[in-house]
């Protein structure tokens, strides 16, 4: 079994900043990726940002500059810096994990989801 546990979500205005966080925990032998996606009311939901093992990243085009994704492999964490923050940032973020397990098994595991609002 493997968790997810997000934070770091809530309201923010127009040109804020917020920083998410997601930390995995459990039978993890090693992480292939983490990420986040991200789906606002009645849309989509859409890529945000992955990190890759060996440093790769992925944006999506509406966040590039603005965003970062970073991981802390001791601590099984990674985290999404938000800066310039847009309405149309307003979504319920999940967090994602493509992980091995120590027992040789593989599992795609998703967080609850926190929620980013930001007020124009």
């Known amino acids: 079994q493997v968790q997810l546990v997000e934070s770091g979500g809530g309201l923010v205005q127009a040109g804020g900043s917020l920083t998410l966080s997601c930390g995995a925990s459990?039978?993890?032998?090693?992480?292939?990726?983490m990420g986040w996606y991200r789906q606002a009311p009645g849309k989509q939901r859409q890529v945000v940002a992955v990190?890759?093992?060996?440093?790769?990243?992925n944006y999506a085009d509406s966040v590039k500059g603005r965003f970062t994704i970073s991981r802390d492999n001791a601590k099984n964490t990674v985290y999404l810096q938000m800066n310039n923050l847009k309405p149309e940032d307003t979504a319920v973020y999940c967090c994602?994990?493509?992980?091995?397990?120590?027992?040789?098994?593989?599992?795609?595991?998703w967080g609850q989801g926190t929620l980013v609002t930001v007020s124009s």
């Open positions: 459990g039978s993890i032998f090693s992480i292939n990726a």
């Open positions: 990190a890759i093992s060996g440093g790769r990243t």
């Open positions: 994602y994990a493509d992980t091995n397990t120590v027992d040789g098994g593989y599992v795609e595991v």
